[in-house]
């Protein structure tokens, strides 16, 4: 019952990020560069919930995206999963108490989502790939993300120990010890 | 241990199985999946447009001067008459230059005698940095098809790439995936104008022909290569040409007709 009501939040919490981005963050840039929260929405799901939560989440995310704005059905949604995915990988190996680690997972997250995005566009509808222009807008995009990831982390690490809580009740202390 | 290791597998497994099923969805047509996209579209975008409201009424906050409604009212339908007309004088315009260039061939003028078009306001832009799409408030209901051509008071917007009930989704020319066959104004050379990322408010034109003299300040047109846009829609005016060691690889910058940052309004060309 908690965990249906946990992901029920995380879904609802989505679509407030969704309305943030479109709508204050489509005017408030850095350079004419956007943020992506999404990637930092799915990389701390995959942090603090389980394995399977931040793969699916980020699909189900992910495929919305693709719905909504995309060119192709489905670069965002495989990426997604890959976020998830790499969220709970970090959460196996690294902690999530240090802001150093918090910031390079945030930037390395924000650089393999837009370039698997791009690539999987780039072969889907078949264009020139303009690397050096890409990794100029990528590295401004990881660099505000990062920036947006320390300010937000206060309020991501309380909501995201309710969510830890309930879905990983016996391991929390024994993989410290 | 052991379970550790059987949910292991079992995440492993559901990996290979979403990834499969997302190569799967990734090669479908995007129009058998429509509904999927209607639904996600229903959800969100009656909401997205209560906030382009409250957007549209912050912006234009001293509306509550009793008679500045209807001055706004009168402003906006004068605006899309008054951007009707200018792709009325455009086409205008293509025509007696096709007139008198190809008199023998006057048929073939019928074809682009008048553009039928449908109105529609843009009601989402695109979150990505990589790419522009715009969300339109039409859709079937409407009579917008795939591939229809988009086109703002000034010029080219894009083609349509999906639609659902009451949206579609519109590629925009600047998209970095985005190739529009064009000719030149003066000497009618055909070239190609691409979308790049360098710079959300300009095209590059490519595979300009070795022989091809081209002057800054040119117009481009479309030439109806290609079979999406017609002939004869401005794109733009040539900014630049940028001339590298081998005349095959110069470029020129084609700056576009339309602003697309402060789009709002377009019209459809319904064929």
């Known amino acids: 019952m908690r965990k249906i009501l946990t992901v ?6 989505f679509l407030l990020i969704y309305f943030f981005q479109v709508n204050f963050f489509s005017s408030f840039t850095i350079a004419g560069i956007k943020p992506n929260l999404f990637i930092i929405y799915v990389l701390f799901i995959g942090l603090f919930a389980n394995q399977v939560l931040g793969i699916s989440l980020g699909v189900i995310f992910g495929l919305i995206i693709d719905f909504l704005y995309g060119k192709a059905i489905g670069p965002s949604a495989v990426m997604f ?9 970090f959460d196996k190996n690294f902690s999530k108490e240090n802001k150093m680690t918090i910031i390079f997972m945030v930037a390395g997250a924000t650089f393999i989502y837009e370039l698997g995005v791009y690539f999987l566009n780039s072969i889907i509808l078949v264009f020139e790939r303009e690397m050096l222009y890409f990794i100029k807008i990528v590295l401004i995009e990881t660099l505000y993300n990062v920036l947006l990831s320390i300010i937000l982390y206060p309020i991501i690490q309380k909501i995201g120990y309710v969510i830890d809580r309930n879905f990983k009740k016996n391991n929390i202390l024994t993989r410290y010890f | 241990m052991n379970r550790n290791k059987q949910t292991e597998i079992l995440g492993g497994i559901i990996t290979v199985i979403v990834l499969i099923l997302l190569i799967f969805l990734s090669n479908v047509e995007v129009n058998k999946l429509s509904y999927l996209e209607s639904a996600a579209s229903s959800i969100i975008n009656p909401i997205q447009r209560v906030f382009i409201d409250l957007r549209n009424k912050i912006q ?14 009168e402003n906006e339908e004068l605006k899309k008459k008054n951007s009707e007309l200018e792709t009325i004088l455009r086409e205008f315009e293509m025509l007696k230059a096709e007139n008198t260039t190809l008199q023998e061939y006057m048929n073939l003028t019928d074809k682009y005698s008048s553009y039928q078009t449908i109105p529609a306001y843009v009601i989402n832009k695109d979150v990505s940095n990589f790419s522009s799409t715009l969300i339109l408030n039409v859709g079937t ?7 229809m051509t988009v086109i703002a008071d000034k010029g080219l917007v894009g083609h349509i790439i ?9 590629q925009v ?34 595979y300009i022909p070795t022989g091809a003299e081209l002057i800054q300040g040119d117009s481009v047109y479309t030439s109806g290569i290609g079979g999406i846009y017609p002939k004869g829609i401005v794109i733009g005016t040539v900014k630049e040409i940028i001339t590298t060691s081998n005349i095959t690889d110069r470029y020129a910058i084609v700056e576009p007709a339309v602003d697309f940052s402060k789009i709002d309004t377009v019209l459809i060309i319904n064929e």
């Open chain 2, 173 to 206: 020319i600047i998209d970095s995936a985005s190739t529009v066959s064009s000719s030149i104004s003066t000497t009618n050379d055909s070239i190609i104008c691409k979308g790049t990322l360098e710079n959300d408010q300009i095209l590059r034109a490519s």
């Open chain 2, 60 to 73: 234009g906050n001293s509306a509550y001067f009793s008679n500045m409604e209807t001055i706004m009212q």
């Open chain 1, 81 to 89: 999963c890959v976020i998830g995915y790499l969220g709970s990988y």
């Open chain 2, 162 to 170: 999906s639609v659902t009930e009451n949206t579609c989704k519109v």
């Open chain 2, 141 to 147: 209901k409407d009579g917008i098809r795939e591939n």
């Open chain 1, 8 to 13: 029920l939040g995380l879904i609802i919490v």
